[in-house]
């Protein structure tokens, strides 16, 4: 019964806004957007409190316009499925017409977030000391692990996407035996990044922040960053698996996007805290991870002429040859110790101490013996041929 009279008040809405002529012709003959401003006109006429006609239209005139497509669709996940899903598709007894869609709705899962975990303990121990927190009070961590946790978790989701679609490539190049595989995974991991990348895929992450108040231009020209990496990899990887040239210029801006994970969480660390940006740890942080990531491909490069992997070093033979790369890459190095250890100057003298001791650690636990400031860099013997490479070993 309180269904079929909601039915008839809304019927009658209906017929009076159709005698007062305030139904546009598009509107009235479209049912859904007449019944739409139908149950809002009911709402509007419901007792609310002490509030008469005058105040709700105050009300609706002033924060209509700021609720955006966005914030209705966060609320609508907030509210929970069945909510979203009578959103989306229901008629005016609340009947669904179809499952609820997550599309929108940013959810990580746990293989992201156990991929996740080591970067962000990397990150704590190395950025929490810029911020002026103690890494070993427990409060400092899970004050704001939560916000950082997911975010770090999101954006490994999706490089998880990239990294699927680089080994699908190498391996179909290179081994036929494997077709079936690569057919299989085509169906589904291919189809999925693709539809991400097709689209926004940093959307439903940016509605998460802003509807919590984090959401900053720069963290927003930051994930445009991560997409520009991502693009720019699956460019460069693609060209070397099929014997194209490749840019230097590209290759470059690869290198320097690369950790933008790293930037995005501290600029969120800055906004939960209330702080300003500190542009000088920035730029200090940004020299940093540029060595940091150098000395990790190094370390990693068998890996990643394995799996197709954006990898500087790869790079660099395939732009100035096999001998003279190792020099051409030694010079950046250099360059970029020059201005890590210039920048360094001006830094606290004990953030400055805290932050070298970080990086002793930090290199003695990844078992590298090479990483700026901590002694001689280790150019592996570069791999001439990468699709022999990859035949011959794993062939065996």
């Not at 869609?101 to 080591?118: I, K, Y």
């Not at 290199?363 to 990483?371: A, I, L, V, Y």
Request: with cysteine; hydrophobic share 40%.
């Amino acid at each position: 019964m309180e269904e079929l009279r909601k039915l008839e008040q809304v019927q009658k809405i209906l017929s009076l806004m159709q005698s007062c002529s305030l139904l546009s012709s598009s509107t009235s003959s479209n049912n859904d957007q007449s019944r739409f401003i139908a149950n809002l006109i009911l709402l509007m006429v419901q007792p609310s409190g002490e509030l008469d006609m005058v105040k709700k239209l105050s009300l609706v005139s002033e924060y209509l316009p700021k609720i955006s497509v966005e914030f209705l669709e966060e609320a609508s996940t907030w509210l929970g499925p069945e909510h979203g899903s009578q959103n989306k598709n229901t008629d005016l007894m609340g009947h669904s017409s179809s499952a609820p869609n997550h599309e929108d709705v940013a959810m990580v899962g746990l293989d992201a977030m156990q991929r996740a975990n080591s970067t962000l303990e990397d990150f704590c121990r190395s950025y929490f000391m810029f911020h002026g927190m103690d890494i070993n009070n427990p409060h400092s961590i899970f004050k704001y692990l939560p916000v950082l946790s997911f975010t770090e978790s999101y954006i490994y989701q999706l490089d998880s996407l990239n990294e699927k679609m680089m080994s699908v490539r190498a391996s179909h190049d290179v081994l036929e035996r494997e077709h079936e595989m690569v057919q299989e995974t085509n169906q589904s991991w291919i189809a999925k990044f693709m539809a991400s990348f097709e689209t926004s895929p940093f959307r439903p992450l940016e509605v998460l922040l802003k509807c919590n108040g984090l959401l900053t231009e720069r963290i927003v020209q930051e994930l445009k960053s991560g997409e520009e990496y991502w693009a720019l990899e699956r460019k460069l990887c693609s060209a070397l698996v099929s014997k194209q040239e490749i840019c230097f210029e590209d290759v470059m801006r690869a290198i320097r996007l690369k950790s933008f994970d790293y930037r995005v969480l501290n600029l969120l660390l800055f906004q939960l805290r209330g702080e300003e940006v500190n542009d000088l740890h920035m730029e200090f942080l940004s020299i940093s991870e540029f060595l940091v990531e150098v000395s990790d491909d190094l370390f990693d490069y068998e890996d990643d002429v394995l799996e197709n992997n954006f990898n500087i070093l790869r790079m660099f033979v395939k732009i100035f040859g096999p001998s003279p790369a190792p020099a051409m890459l030694a010079k950046y190095i250099t360059e970029a110790e020059d201005k890590y250890d210039s920048l360094m100057k001006t830094l606290e003298p004990q953030l400055s101490l805290k932050y070298q001791r970080r990086c002793e650690e930090a290199t003695k636990e990844g078992g590298k013996m090479s990483g700026h400031p901590l002694g001689t860099w280790n150019i592996p013997p570069v791999i001439v041929d990468e699709e022999f490479y990859r035949s011959n070993l794993l062939s065996n």
